[in-house]
């Protein structure tokens, strides 16, 4: 699996997003990788995964089929998060 998050740097949910990831680095010492849509492999995956809302979190299967995502600021729990990050 795939775990990662689509933001927009410096925006309103880098706060909790750094939260977050402090959080699983307590819990289970992995962080989320956080890609900008401003760039051009974050544009791509915004397109692809259908991300409209900022930050996403989007989780995949190993052949980069959509398995479930996160958007409109509503960030996964950390338990969720912890599942698909050690699959």
């Known amino acids: 699996m795939k775990v990662f998050c689509l933001n927009r740097p410096n925006?309103?949910?880098?706060?909790?997003?750094?939260e977050?990831?402090?959080?699983?680095?307590r819990r289970i010492n992995k962080e989320l990788p956080v890609v900008s849509v401003d760039t051009v492999e974050g544009d791509s995956l915004a397109r692809v995964y259908d991300v409209t809302q900022y930050p996403a979190v989007v989780v995949t299967s190993d052949s980069g089929e959509l398995v479930h995502s996160w958007q409109e600021g509503s960030l996964p729990l950390i338990n969720e998060l912890s599942y698909y990050l050690d699959q």
């Open 11 to 18: 925006g309103e949910f880098d706060t909790p997003i750094a």
């Open 20 to 25: 977050l990831n402090r959080e699983l680095m």
